[in-house]
């Protein structure tokens, strides 16, 4: 590949005061987080506040060996702390009450506002109240259902402050958010009644109360329901509105938000938490059938949150921050919640839920740059192509944390979009969720980024709580396409099929061979799957499911998921590597490919191509790209079959689901659970126009 070749190094000037300035300074400090983790994290800790001091004996233990053992994690085990205490009352004792902690844009431009830290953690404790008002101690699940409003942060932070365990869900249908409400049988739900998604409007109160139906009819009932009253204090979208009085409400159960919380005492004494009790639970889909809970726990996690937002992004006091993740999404509890509200960070939150209106079902479709508007959920169309830089240039954001698949649909627009708009303030490009392909990278770097600015490819995941791979800007010098190395206290092994470590260059299974603080503990009442999900494949590993390559430089490429490898004619390649080719064609919007069971060949490649506005999908473009991947990779990896794809399957967050696409490349109906995708629609659509032969 050429590109590992190219290595980028960031504007100097910018990076002069930079945390970690230079590789060696990196070293020193990753090896120093390996020998002696007591010293290393033990020196961050004293930056929080405890109210019963971590003991040196029981910093650290563990066991990843499920031949010697239960699986187990325990950090600064003893110690007592509160992290909503650590993130709000510190700061404003340190004398940052007056500082912003939130700008909050709504849907419409036209709506925002701001919070300080001093009027964050009053709101935060009227509602610890109200909670605790409603029976919840200690312990008790409380499932949130929000859009990015401030209430859901102060949601979140309340649990935190009375040690009650806070799980959201975002966008979910109410089958599947019944289904996690059973899961970790939540007593108290938050939600609002409703908000508008550019010209949409999404009756949130009205899922739920779906959702609490099937959960009555399973024998467990929410005993209380706060909404919050969303819908009357925005902008509607021009020619709408929005009548009140239509929230459905029940008496006894359901209760407003505005009701409860003006009159509730603004001072809350924060419930003090073992070190390894549980903080939050966040779902996520696991590769069949039911979702899993990861478990965070409380003082690890702070530590590893605080620690990765503040080097990763090169954080300084008067840094304005931004991560364009919902809340609701692990992203967004680490870096949009968690690590910047540690750092005493000011950040921006952004409601911006996107698509233009439009019809979602198939045949109805006006133009293929309406689907592609219509059913990705996760960029800022609204009101226009340009929101992401709007927000930018109004705020004066110094760190931008995003998606390579919003950068890549935000990339075939046009590149006025972006250069009209004063984005000089930036200095730290973030970029999550997937490897980000070589050609977003270089249009993320040089259009947005104007060739000065650092861009961090973090490689996590929900269970591991923060950043695991990524370079540090202004000291490890980037290659696009690369994750690069290991955040500090974080060991990684590549091992091939037999479990063998591959030592230096070469690709193989990416797993951890030690827990860094902010590692999962455990998935909610299911040990023994957290057990075989994560450590028997590889005993005395943390087994992340990617695939990885290190290069001569050292440098980890994260390959994508371990299932989505091919193998073509005993060829091993990640469909990632197809994909970042295809895209690089100019008529290519965004490119998903499958492996296909193959009689000769074992596998060949199915490709998925949406193509740009102005591009058309004919045979000549066919031709073109089989030749293109022919070309870069080897004539064994000419792709089988390309199939036009106005729009892909996709989560809410963004990922492609592969193996649905797996489904349709065969032909087989059977494709199971797609209670996750944001528009399942677009199945129907690929099975229909699947091309002949294929
Ligand atoms: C999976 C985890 C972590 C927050 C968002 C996703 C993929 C994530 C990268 C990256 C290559 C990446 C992996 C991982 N992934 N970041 N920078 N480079 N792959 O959280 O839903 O738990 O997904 O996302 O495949 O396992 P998640």
Known sequence: MPSEKSVFQPDGALFRQAHVSSVEQYKEMY???????????????????????????????????????????????????????????????????EKIAFYWEGSHPDDYSRLTYKKLLEEVCKFANVLKSKGIRKGDRVAVYMPMILEAVVTMLACTRIGAVHSLVVRFSADSFAERILDCEARVLVTVD???RGEKLLQLKAICDQSMIKCAQKGHNVETCVVVSHLDRVTPPQGMQYNSNKTPMTPGRDVYWHDAVPQASASCYP????????????????S?????????????????????????????????????????????????????????????????????????????????SEW?????????????????????????????????????????????????????????????????????????????????????DTFWQT??????????????PMKPGAAGFPFFGVLPVLLDESGK???????????????????????????????????????????????????????????????????????????????????????????????????VKGECLYCFVTTTASASFDGRLVAALKQTVRERIGPFAQPDVVQEAPALPKTRSGKIMRRILRKIAVNDRDVGDVSTLADSSVVEMLFATRPQGA
């Open 31 to 97: 090896e120093k987080s390996i020998d002696r983790p007591e010293e290393f994290w033990g020196e961050i800790a004293k930056e929080f506040y405890w109210e019963t001091p971590i003991s040196r004996d029981k910093f650290f233990r563990y066991n990843f060996d499920i031949t010697k053992g239960p699986i187990f994690t325990k950090w600064m085990d003893g110690a007592t702390t509160n992290v909503c205490y650590n993130l709000l009352d510190r700061n404003v004792r340190n004398g940052n009450g």
């Open 288 to 368: 069949t059938g039911k979702p899993k809970g990861v478990l965070h726990t409380t003082a690890g996690y702070m530590l590893y949150a605080a620690t990765t937002f503040k080097y990763v992004f090169d954080y300084k006091p008067n840094d304005v921050y931004w991560c364009t993740a919902d809340v609701g999404w692990i992203t967004g509890h680490t870096y949009a919640v968690y690590g910047p509200l540690a750092n005493g960070a000011t950040s921006v939150l952004v409601s911006v839920k996107f698509a233009t209106g439009g019809r979602k079902s198939f045949g109805c479709v006006p133009k293929l």
């Open 501 to 599: 470590e591959i030592k230096g260059e070469g690709e193989g299974y990416l797993v951890f061979s030690r827990p860094w603080p902010g590692l999962m503990r455990t998935l909610f009442n299911n040990h023994d799957r957290y057990e075989t999900t994560y450590f028997t494949k590889f005993p005395g590993y943390y087994c992340t499911g990617d695939g990885a390559r290190r290069d001569a430089d050292g440098y980890l490429w994260v390959t994508g998921r371990v299932d989505d490898m091919l193998n073509v004619s005993g060829h091993l390649m990640s469909t990632a590597e197809v994909e970042s080719i295809l895209a690089e064609h100019p008529g290519v919007a965004e490119a998903a490919v499958v492996a296909k069971p193959h009689p």
């Open 194 to 196: 409703g908000t508008w």
């Open 271 to 286: 419930e003090w938490m073992e070190a390894e009790d549980p903080l939050f639970v966040l779902y996520t889909s696991g």
């Open 463 to 476: 269970e591991t709580g923060g950043h695991v791979l990524t370079t540090l800007p202004g000291a490890v």
């Open 372 to 456: 592609f508007r219509t059913v990705y959920e996760g960029t800022p169309f609204y009101p226009d192509n340009d929101r992401f830089w709007v927000v930018v240039d109004k705020y004066k954001v110094n760190q931008f944390y995003t998606a390579p698949t919003a950068i890549r649909s935000l990339m075939k627009f046009d590149d006025n979009l972006v250069t009209k708009h004063d984005l000089s303030s930036l200095r730290v490009l973030g970029s999550v969720g997937e490897p980000i392909n070589p050609e977003a990278w270089h249009w993320y770097y040089k259009l947005v980024g104007k060739e000065r600015c650092s861009i961090v």
